[in-house]
C-alpha cells in the first residue's frame, strides 16, 4: 500500500526557500514537484510537514472535511516566527473552520458577489487614472509598487469598507507602513494604529449610519447582536490584511511578467478582450501567496499512497499545483491565450478567496488602463536586481520596490 | 441521456445553495446555466442545458470550490476530476 511511504523521508528541504526570480519558484520546489505530488518540507522551528504539489491532489485536500485551517490549534504550522504572535493566531475567517466560518461568510458574500463588483468599476477605474495621472504627473521615472500597486487596492478597499474620505491618506499610510515594515516593531505599531482606527471607526457606525461594508455590519449585527463588535473589527481588518498585499503584488508582478514577455504584452495591448484571460494567467503564473493554503489534518488521511497522520501539517503549493503538467500544457510558459481558470491562486474549497470578482476587476482594469496610458512603460534597472520581500514577512512574494520608466 | 424529444424527470443540473459560498466560478465557467442572485449565491437559469453548454456546465462542476454542483451522471466536480489520479492507495 505504501509503497512510496519512506521515499524522499530523508531528505525533507527547508520551506519557505526564496523565489531567485520574483514569478518563478524556487528550484527547489520544481524537483519536489518533479517527484511527487505530495513531498516532506522542514520549517524554520525543525518541524517536518507536507508540501502537496499536485494539483488534483491539493483541490482533493483543500476540500476534505478532515483538514483544519484553525491557527489557534496547537498543531496548526506556523510558517514564520512573525505568525506565532497573537495577532497572527486570531484570524476571523481564513483562520475558522465550520460551522463558525459559513456563518461569517454567509455575512460577507453578498457584498463580494459578481454584481455588486460590477457596480465598483467606475470607482475602480477613477482610482487607477488617478495614480496613473500621477505618475504621468510626477515622473518618469516611477516606483510602481509605492505609486501604484499599493495605493490602487488601497483605495478600492477603503471604498469597500466605507472609510470616510478624510480617513483616506491615513490609511493608506497605515497600511503602507504595515506590509512595508522591515521590523517586527513597525508592523506591530503599523497594525495597532489600524486596529484602534477601525474600531473607533465601528463604534461610531453603530449610531451614526455610514455607507460600505463597516456601516452596514454595524447597522445589521452590532445592534442585533448577532455579531460581536470585536468580530466586526476582526472582519475589517481580515478584508485588508487578506485584499491589500495581494492584489498590491498581483499588480507588480503581474506587470513584470507582462514585461519580460513583449510579443504577449502585446497580444493583451492589441486586443482588449484579450486581457481577462492576461488576467487569469498573470494569477495562474504568479500566485503571490505562494500557498493556496496551510492547514493540519484532523484525522488520518491517504492519498496519492500515502498517509497523512492526524496532527500533520500540510501545505497546499498554490505555485507548484498551478504548474502540475497533467492540467496544463507547457506549464512553465507564460501565456495569455490559455482558457479557463484552473489554477488556485484563490485556493479552493470553502475557503476559496472571498474577494476573486473584486481581485480579477482590479487588475484587469489596473492592466489595461496602465499599458494603454503608458505603452512604453519599462523597468529602470535590470529585472535581476529587483530586492524580492524578505523571507521573514511571510510567504507573500513580492518586489520592495519597482523602478520604472517610459 | 436524454433526447430532446423525452422530458428528464429531473433537472440535469442543480445546484446546492447551502453548500455554495459564492465564488462565482459558475456564473463565469458556465452562464447560460448558471448565476448568481443578489447575495452571491448561485442559481440554476437552465436545469437541462443543451449538448452546447454541457461541457460548460461539466466545467462549472469541475471549478466550483464547494463542490456545490451536482450533474445528472454522478459527476459532480470532485468526482470528475480527481478520479482520473486515482487518489486511493494503489
Ligand atoms: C490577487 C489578489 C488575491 C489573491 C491572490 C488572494 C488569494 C487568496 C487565497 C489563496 C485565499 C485562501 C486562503 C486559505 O484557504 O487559507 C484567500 C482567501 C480570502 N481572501 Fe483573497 N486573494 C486576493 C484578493 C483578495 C481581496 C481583494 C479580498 C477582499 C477585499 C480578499 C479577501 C479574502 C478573504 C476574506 C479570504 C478568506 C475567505 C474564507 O476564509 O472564507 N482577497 N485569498
Ligand atoms: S461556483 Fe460553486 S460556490 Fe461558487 S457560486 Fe457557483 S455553486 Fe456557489
Known amino acids: 500500500m505504501e509503497i512510496t511511504a519512506q521515499r524522499g523521508l530523508s531528505g525533507a528541504p527547508p520551506f519557505p526557500q526564496p523565489r531567485t526570480c520574483p514569478y518563478q519558484p524556487p528550484e527547489t520546489y520544481r524537483r519536489l514537484g518533479e517527484e511527487a505530488p505530495l513531498s516532506r518540507v522542514t520549517l524554520f522551528d525543525g518541524r517536518v510537514v507536507w508540501l502537496v504539489t499536485g494539483y488534483h491532489e491539493a483541490r482533493q485536500l483543500l476540500a476534505d472535511e478532515r483538514i483544519s485551517a484553525d491557527r489557534q490549534r496547537p498543531d496548526y504550522p506556523a510558517l514564520a516566527p512573525r505568525f506565532q504572535a497573537e495577532v497572527a493566531r486570531r484570524l476571523v475567517l481564513i483562520g475558522m473552520d465550520p460551522p463558525e466560518h459559513d456563518e461569517h461568510r454567509r455575512l460577507l458574500n453578498p457584498d463580494f458577489s459578481r454584481r455588486r463588483v460590477a457596480e465598483l468599476r467606475p470607482v475602480i477605474q477613477d482610482v487607477v487614472d488617478h495614480y496613473v495621472d500621477r505618475m504621468l504627473r510626477l515622473g518618469p521615472p516611477a516606483d510602481l509598487v509605492r505609486d501604484f500597486a499599493l495605493p490602487v487596492p488601497s483605495r478600492v478597499i477603503s471604498e469597500v469598507l466605507g472609510l470616510p474620505g478624510e480617513d483616506l491618506e491615513f490609511f493608506q499610510e497605515a497600511s503602507r507602513r504595515l506590509l512595508q515594515a522591515t521590523t517586527r516593531e513597525d508592523s506591530q505599531s503599523a497594525g495597532e494604529e489600524l486596529i484602534g482606527y477601525l474600531d473607533r471607526l465601528a463604534t461610531r457606525r453603530r449610531t451614526e449610519s455610514g455607507p460600505g461594508l463597516i456601516g452596514r455590519l454595524a447597522r445589521e449585527e452590532v445592534a442585533g447582536g448577532t455579531l460581536s463588535h470585536s468580530d466586526l473589527v476582526q472582519i475589517a481588518l481580515v478584508i485588508l490584511v487578506a485584499g491589500h498585499e495581494t492584489t498590491a503584488s498581483t499588480i507588480a508582478l503581474g506587470t513584470l511578467a507582462l514585461l519580460d514577455h513583449p510579443e504577449q504584452l502585446a497580444r493583451m495591448q492589441a486586443d482588449p478582450a484579450a486581457v481577462p484571460a492576461a488576467v487569469e494567467e498573470v494569477l495562474r503564473c504568479v500566485a503571490v501567496t505562494d500557498l493556496a493554503g496551510a492547514r493540519v489534518a484532523t484525522a488520518d488521511i491517504q492519498i496519492a499512497g500515502r498517509t497523512i497522520r492526524e496532527g500533520d501539517g500540510v501545505l497546499l503549493s498554490g505555485t507548484m499545483a498551478n504548474r502540475d503538467d497533467r492540467v496544463h500544457q507547457d506549464a512553465e510558459d507564460f501565456d495569455i491565450g490559455r482558457t479557463g481558470r484552473r489554477h488556485l491562486s484563490f485556493g479552493y474549497g470553502i475557503h476559496q478567496c472571498l474577494g476573486q470578482s473584486l481581485a480579477r476587476l482590479e487588475l484587469e482594469i489596473a492592466f489595461s488602463t496602465l499599458f494603454t496610458r503608458i505603452p512604453n512603460l519599462r523597468l529602470a534597472v535590470p529585472a535581476d536586481q529587483l530586492a524580492a520581500r524578505p523571507l521573514g514577512s511571510g510567504t507573500v512574494q513580492g518586489v520592495q520596490e519597482m523602478p520604472v520608466t517610459w | ?90
Not at chain 2, 55 to 64: F, G, H, I, N, Y
Open chain 2, 1 to 90: 441521456m436524454v433526447s430532446a424529444a423525452g422530458r428528464p424527470a429531473q433537472p440535469r443540473v442543480t445546484a446546492d445553495r447551502e453548500l455554495c459560498i459564492g465564488a462565482a466560478q459558475c456564473a463565469f465557467a458556465a452562464p447560460a446555466v448558471f448565476d448568481q442572485d443578489d447575495d452571491g449565491y448561485v442559481v440554476v437559469l437552465d436545469g437541462d442545458p443543451g449538448s452546447g453548454e454541457w461541457e460548460a456546465a461539466q466545467e462549472a462542476a469541475d471549478l466550483c470550490p464547494a463542490q456545490a454542483i451536482l450533474l445528472a451522471d454522478g459527476a459532480d466536480g470532485a468526482d470528475g476530476a480527481d478520479g482520473m489520479v486515482g487518489m486511493d492507495a494503489g
